[in-house]
């Protein structure tokens, strides 16, 4: 870069480096997200079997997805999956994640082990959970409990009971990690503060913690409503959907109208409502939480 | 798809042990001469005998040699499916045939064989005729039938029926009647891996067959309109749902796999009596059962008829072969080769003999005389018999529909079997995809 002779010329020159930085980014995003999905959006309006030519069918599937009653279903399946598990997650994580912030070695060496099921692929913990719930030769039958001896994965509301407690099983500990970090975040102050004024555990934790993780919550929450949208893996090898229907979520209904029923069109259309939904989702969140997520509380303190 | 062509090509361009690009002229390859590309199951032992098979061509052919590549079952399925989509599909097909096989004809990516089998009879009349019934779309053969046949079996445990002191049912009133007694002796009546879908399928398969004849679900593959609001298939329906409502199948058979075998070993542990399989069980019971098979517990039996029904108890359903098509865009010299294939070492003697060793039954008439020194001759008999004596080999109706219409079957059967659907409804939501 030449040496700067004005500082007009300077103030430009600069901001269109900046701008240059973008690009590599931006390439990939345009790339990997808006063709796709472009192209998702254009195959709704096809009928396609996967196999020969692609036909052009104008509403065709769309009229097609919005009348099947599975649709619906899958909507609520998904919406239930999303609701109950940050219900699950969202106390759990928010506490574990208070009593990995505090300093002493024990929660360290706990920390490292509750983080172990992140790093288990999510095919992988669902076929290990498949085995240890086996009704005649997993975990209860092996040790003769008749309280873990169910028929999981064939009660409609057992099997959604178990999908939502494997992914809290797999997810708690990530965002117990958020919310440590936003635990450690706040100002000792506050809290000596508070013991000034003579404030108990409960109180402090309800007054000082909670308040000022409000921004965490809404990070950590923005993962796992939208992440909770793309549930596919776990779900496909832990139930595949079933039994029924009664956890088949929309991205499982997408994949077996897509690739089991090689109906591409009404598979398209799915996905371009899954995508809607999380747009919609990410935009409610970001709404709740005020403008700016990474607005910080501390000025005041 | 339209970043994914060149990319592939760009792949195929640079990649010298790749698949070979169909359409390409690919005379290259280092005094190799041409090769044509064969995609096959994973699953031991048929991959043995599969890739044996190969090889023995590749020796006898070193200047059209095929280039094999091994997958698992179902990413098989689905790899196969996108490969032809994007018109990069191996020179050979394998497949089951049926409405798949349809698919594909549809989309004009398999060659037509119809010519090629009259001219040469030979190949075609070592073959059970049977087997042609699912490679035929609209009159013309698209696929070689090869491989084994795999009907639909009772087995039985003989150890449960001796505890109980009863005899192998005869009929499905027999069924009924043994169910209370498994119950009262805590052996579940029958094993069931329902979470699997098509294994539940196997037993309206054999209710439709048993009560009405092959041509109740004949008329919904041909497209006939209610057909299943027939009363027969209404009277099979409600047969099924009374089995389990009377506690026939294992106690949580909604949570069990067919994948992991789980249901096969239910009545090798003796936890079952019976259970309503494929022909393939055969051989992963005697090598995962223990003695199971090998001391002579287990039974085997064609589904009894039912009281009053009009089908031929002969009569089975199941996978009558399997199939090999042609890639419609693999280049002349390719085609010649997978033809050589099919006409001399497909199913050769030699592999005749081999798929007999793995305890299956291979689609080629008179095989039975390969059965003598096989260590399990009995069972190879009597699915042979099972085959030259059935009146109808029925295909699996998951295979025989198409992907789309066979999707919704085997998520209202398993609706069916949950008891959340009546078989009232089950009509109602089939009749909607009847064509489809």
């Given at each position: 870069?030449?040496?700067?002779?004005?500082?007009?010329?300077?103030?430009?020159?600069?901001?269109?480096?900046?701008?240059?930085?973008?690009?590599?980014?931006?390439?990939?995003?345009?790339?990997?997200?808006?063709?796709?999905?472009?192209?998702?959006?254009?195959?709704?309006?096809?009928?396609?079997?996967?196999?020969?030519?692609?036909?052009?069918?104008?509403?065709?599937?769309?009229?097609?997805?919005?009348?099947?009653?599975?649709?619906?279903?899958?909507?609520?399946?998904?919406?239930?999956?999303?609701?109950?598990?940050?219900?699950?997650?969202?106390?759990?994580?928010?506490?574990?994640?208070?009593?990995?912030?505090?300093?002493?070695?024990?929660?360290?060496?706990?920390?490292?082990?509750?983080?172990?099921?992140?790093?288990?692929?999510?095919?992988?913990?669902?076929?290990?959970?498949?085995?240890?719930?086996?009704?005649?030769?997993?975990?209860?039958?092996?040790?003769?409990?008749?309280?873990?001896?169910?028929?999981?994965?064939?009660?409609?509301?057992?099997?959604?009971?178990?999908?939502?407690?494997?992914?809290?099983?797999?997810?708690?500990?990530?965002?117990?990690?958020?919310?440590?970090?936003?635990?450690?975040?706040?100002?000792?102050?506050?809290?000596?503060?508070?013991?000034?004024?003579?404030?108990?555990?409960?109180?402090?934790?309800?007054?000082?913690?909670?308040?000022?993780?409000?921004?965490?919550?809404?990070?950590?929450?923005?993962?796992?409503?939208?992440?909770?949208?793309?549930?596919?893996?776990?779900?496909?090898?832990?139930?595949?959907?079933?039994?029924?229907?009664?956890?088949?979520?929309?991205?499982?209904?997408?994949?077996?109208?897509?690739?089991?029923?090689?109906?591409?069109?009404?598979?398209?259309?799915?996905?371009?409502?899954?995508?809607?939904?999380?747009?919609?989702?990410?935009?409610?969140?970001?709404?709740?939480?005020?403008?700016?997520?990474?607005?910080?509380?501390?000025?005041?303190? | 798809?339209?970043?994914?062509?060149?990319?592939?090509?760009?792949?195929?361009?640079?990649?010298?042990?790749?698949?070979?690009?169909?359409?390409?002229?690919?005379?290259?390859?280092?005094?190799?001469?041409?090769?044509?590309?064969?995609?096959?199951?994973?699953?031991?032992?048929?991959?043995?005998?599969?890739?044996?098979?190969?090889?023995?061509?590749?020796?006898?052919?070193?200047?059209?040699?095929?280039?094999?590549?091994?997958?698992?079952?179902?990413?098989?399925?689905?790899?196969?499916?996108?490969?032809?989509?994007?018109?990069?599909?191996?020179?050979?097909?394998?497949?089951?045939?049926?409405?798949?096989?349809?698919?594909?004809?549809?989309?004009?990516?398999?060659?037509?064989?119809?010519?090629?089998?009259?001219?040469?009879?030979?190949?075609?009349?070592?073959?059970?005729?049977?087997?042609?019934?699912?490679?035929?779309?609209?009159?013309?053969?698209?696929?070689?039938?090869?491989?084994?046949?795999?009907?639909i079996v009772l087995y039985y445990d003989k150890r449960a029926f001796e505890k109980i002191k009863a005899e192998p049912p005869q009929s499905?009133?027999?069924?009924?009647?043994?169910v209370p007694k498994f119950n009262a002796a805590g052996i579940a009546p029958f094993s069931l891996g329902g979470q699997s879908r098509w294994?539940?399928?196997?037993?309206?398969?054999?209710?439709?067959?048993?009560?009405?004849?092959?041509?109740?679900?004949?008329?919904?593959?041909?497209?006939?309109?209610?057909?299943?609001?027939?009363?027969?298939?209404?009277?099979?329906?409600?047969?099924?749902?009374?089995?389990?409502?009377?506690?026939?199948?294992?106690?949580?058979?909604?949570s069990i796999t067919a994948d992991s075998n789980a249901d096969q070993a239910l009545l090798y542990t003796g936890k079952a009596a019976m259970?309503?399989?494929?022909?393939?069980?055969?051989?992963?019971?005697?090598?995962?059962?223990?003695?199971?098979?090998?001391?002579?517990?287990?039974?085997?039996?064609?589904?009894?008829?039912?009281?009053?029904?009009?089908?031929?108890?002969?009569?089975?359903?199941?996978?009558?072969?399997?199939?090999?098509?042609?890639?419609?865009?693999?280049?002349?010299?390719?085609?010649?080769?997978?033809?050589?294939?099919?006409?001399?070492?497909?199913?050769?003697?030699?592999?005749?003999?081999?798929?007999?060793?793995?305890?299956?039954?291979?689609?080629?008439?008179?095989?039975?005389?390969?059965?003598?020194?096989?260590?399990?001759?009995?069972?190879?008999?009597?699915?042979?018999?099972?085959?030259?004596?059935?009146?109808?080999?029925?295909?699996?109706?998951?295979?025989?529909?198409?992907?789309?219409?066979?999707?919704?079957?085997?998520?209202?059967?398993?609706?069916?079997?949950?008891?959340?659907?009546?078989?009232?409804?089950?009509?109602?939501?089939?009749?909607?995809?009847?064509?489809?």
């Amino acid at each position: 870069m030449s040496a700067p002779a004005t500082s007009v010329p300077r103030g430009s020159a600069r901001r269109g480096s900046l701008a240059w930085l973008a690009v590599p980014a931006l390439l990939l995003f345009v790339c990997f997200g808006v063709i796709p999905l472009a192209g998702v959006l254009l195959l709704s309006f096809t009928s396609w079997d996967g196999l020969g030519d692609i036909h052009f069918a104008g509403l065709e599937s769309w009229q097609a997805i919005l009348a099947d009653p599975g649709l619906p279903h899958a909507l609520w399946v998904t919406f239930l999956v999303m609701a109950v598990s940050w219900a699950v997650q969202t106390p759990a994580s928010i506490l574990m994640g208070v009593f990995l912030a505090g300093s002493q070695r024990y929660r360290a060496v706990l920390a490292v082990l509750y983080f172990v099921p992140l790093l288990l692929s999510h095919a992988a913990v669902a076929i290990t959970y498949k085995a240890l719930l086996d009704p005649n030769f997993g975990l209860g039958p092996g040790l003769n409990l008749a309280l873990l001896t169910q028929d999981w994965l064939g009660r409609p509301w057992l099997a959604f009971g178990v999908v939502i407690f494997v992914v809290s099983w797999q997810f708690i500990p990530f965002h117990a990690l958020i919310y440590q970090g936003g635990v450690r975040q706040i100002p000792r102050s506050m809290y000596e503060a508070a013991e000034l004024d003579g404030a108990g555990r409960v109180r402090k934790f309800f007054s000082i913690t909670l308040p000022q993780l409000k921004y965490t919550i809404i990070t950590s929450s923005t993962l796992m409503v939208v992440g909770s949208l793309t549930f596919f893996d776990l779900i496909f090898v832990l139930t595949a959907g079933g039994p029924g229907d009664a956890t088949r979520v929309l991205a499982l209904d997408m994949y077996k109208r897509g690739f089991q029923a090689n109906l591409m069109g009404p598979a398209s259309a799915i996905a371009v409502i899954l995508v809607l939904v999380g747009l919609a989702l990410a935009l409610l969140l970001r709404r709740v939480g005020g403008r700016d997520a990474s607005h910080s509380q501390l000025e005041g303190a | 798809m339209s970043m994914g062509l060149p990319l592939g090509a760009a792949l195929a361009a640079c990649g010298t042990s790749g698949p070979t690009r169909p359409g390409a002229t690919s005379t290259g390859g280092g005094g190799g001469g041409t090769t044509a590309t064969y995609w096959y199951l994973s699953t031991q032992p048929q991959e043995g005998v599969r890739t044996r098979t190969m090889e023995r061509f590749n020796k006898a052919n070193p200047n059209g040699r095929l280039v094999g590549t091994t997958f698992q079952n179902d990413a098989f399925k689905t790899k196969i499916k996108t490969a032809i989509g994007a018109g990069q599909a191996p020179t050979l097909i394998w497949g089951w045939g049926g409405g798949g096989l349809r698919s594909y004809v549809q989309a004009g990516q398999v060659e037509d064989l119809t010519s090629w089998f009259d001219q040469n009879p030979a190949v075609k009349d070592r073959l059970f005729p049977s087997s042609f019934g699912a490679a035929t779309i609209d009159g013309k053969i698209y696929a070689m039938p090869c491989e084994t046949m795999q009907p639909i079996v009772l087995y039985y445990d003989k150890r449960a029926f001796e505890k109980i002191k009863a005899e192998p049912p005869q009929s499905w009133g027999d069924i009924m009647a043994l169910v209370p007694k498994f119950n009262a002796a805590g052996i579940a009546p029958f094993s069931l891996g329902g979470q699997s879908r098509w294994t539940n399928m196997m037993w309206l398969e054999f209710l439709f067959d048993r009560i009405g004849g092959p041509e109740v679900f004949q008329a919904v593959f041909d497209a006939e309109k209610d057909a299943w609001s027939n009363p027969i298939a209404l009277d099979a329906l409600t047969k099924a749902q009374d089995l389990i409502k009377a506690d026939g199948f294992i106690k949580g058979f909604s949570s069990i796999t067919a994948d992991s075998n789980a249901d096969q070993a239910l009545l090798y542990t003796g936890k079952a009596a019976m259970m309503l399989h494929g022909g393939w069980t055969y051989g992963s019971m005697s090598t995962d059962g223990g003695d199971f098979v090998s001391g002579g517990n287990l039974g085997y039996m064609n589904f009894p008829p039912v009281e009053g029904g009009k089908g031929d108890p002969s009569n089975t359903v199941g996978n009558p072969g399997q199939y090999l098509s042609i890639s419609a865009k693999a280049t002349p010299e390719q085609k010649e080769i997978a033809k050589k294939f099919f006409a001399t070492e497909l199913m050769s003697d030699e592999s005749v003999k081999d798929w007999v060793g793995t305890g299956a039954v291979p689609i080629v008439k008179g095989a039975d005389a390969a059965f003598g020194s096989a260590k399990d001759a009995e069972f190879l008999k009597f699915v042979y018999g099972i085959a030259v004596n059935a009146k109808t080999f029925a295909q699996s109706w998951d295979q025989a529909l198409s992907p789309t219409a066979a999707e919704v079957l085997l998520d209202n059967i398993s609706k069916l079997f949950q008891l959340s659907i009546s078989p009232q409804q089950f009509a109602t939501n089939m009749n909607a995809v009847i064509g489809k």
